[in-house]
């Protein structure tokens, strides 16, 4: 028997049905790893759109809030992981791992941070608006080092969807209503400074997106979540210390439930979901938020919607509903 047969029935060749069936096996799997994704996300995404109400009801000051809820979400997370045999990835953290957890905790914990602080010094439309700057950030970072590729309908699906999110925040009723009260808006002291807050919070926002996604191989979404609890309770300790914790009673219940839902469980679920998806997908699934939001504010304190914000919403579902058609 010559050695060319030999090599020659070693591997089948190229047109062979068993190479055919391997890559349909792998096309199948990555759709199906991308619908998870998507799925994940957009759990996620729900899920932290109710959170304006748990911070509400609670009636916190934003420091505090912040502090239980990365608290409660630490207890959540270490109670969850020991349950599941997880609390070993947290121990087993070294170089490259641990340098990524801790650069999530701290980009995620300064986006809270800075959130916050822009919201009373610009308004919550105009500062939601801004912060969602950070999807077209994302895109941007994962073309650039990654090497990944945005598509056109990406770029437009996310410009649609910004739009969107203008017009269901009321901005657009407000640019709309006499010149004096828009004119008075942009003079309200520190407004400029407002809207840097929430720039460098949405390049925070997405650059801690970027690191979960492009270290998702190395670091699971317990590790990562339980990293940004651990950092966000060590950095803002001094505050509850210096001004107290709240009286026992309702505050406590809804502090608790900021870090079990919004902290521990969606975290964990959005990281998750990044892992299986691209950086395009990614951003636009990050307007699955503040859609919910603008809909739970009206269904749970009747804050009517006008026309144009039911308009920016239905924008927003239309282009959240175009990933169903990307590759």
């Keep these: ?62 420091a505090t809030t912040v502090w239980f809820r990365c608290v409660f979400g630490l207890v959540a997370l270490v109670a969850w992981g020991a349950l599941r045999g997880r609390l070993g990835e947290l121990g087993g953290l070294r170089g490259r791992a641990l340098l990524a957890v801790v650069a999530v905790g701290v980009l995620t914990v300064a986006n809270w941070g800075l959130f916050f602080a822009a919201i009373p010094r610009c308004s919550i439309a105009v500062s939601t608006v801004v912060f969602h700057l950070q999807p077209f950030w994302l895109m941007a970072m994962g073309a650039f080092w990654l090497r990944e590729r945005v598509t056109g309908a990406q770029w437009l699906a996310a410009a649609i969807a910004l739009c969107g999110l203008t017009l269901a925040t009321g901005i657009a009723d407000e640019l709309l209503g006499p010149v ?17 807050m929430c720039l460098a919070g949405s390049l925070s926002y997405a650059a801690a997106s970027f690191i979960a996604k492009r270290e998702a191989d190395r670091v699971g979404s317990f590790a990562l979540s339980a990293g940004q609890c651990v950092v966000g309770a060590l950095a803002l300790l001094p505050w509850p210390l210096i001004h107290g914790v709240p009286a026992p009673g309702a505050a406590w219940a809804w502090l608790a439930g900021l870090g079990v839902l919004h902290t521990g469980l969606a975290y964990v679920v959005l990281y998750a979901g990044m892992a299986r998806l691209g950086t395009g997908r990614i951003a636009m699934l990050q307007f699955v938020y503040p859609g919910t939001a603008v809909l ?22 239309v282009a959240l509903g175009s990933l169903r058609r990307q590759a």
């Design 1 to 62: 028997m010559s050695s060319s047969f030999l090599r020659a029935t070693a591997s089948p060749p190229p047109g062979d049905p068993a190479d055919r069936a391997e890559g349909a096996n792998a096309t199948v799997s990555g759709q199906r790893r991308r619908r998870e994704g998507q799925a994940l996300m957009i759990g996620g995404g729900l899920l932290l759109g109710t959170i304006g109400v748990f911070v509400e009801e609670a009636g916190q000051d934003p």
């Design 180 to 196: 004096s009260a828009v004119d008075n808006a942009m003079r309200r002291p520190g407004y400029a400074a407002g809207l840097w």
């Design 296 to 317: 739970v504010d009206w269904l749970a304190y009747g804050r009517a919607l006008t026309p144009a914000q039911i308009a920016g919403v239905v924008l927003m579902a």
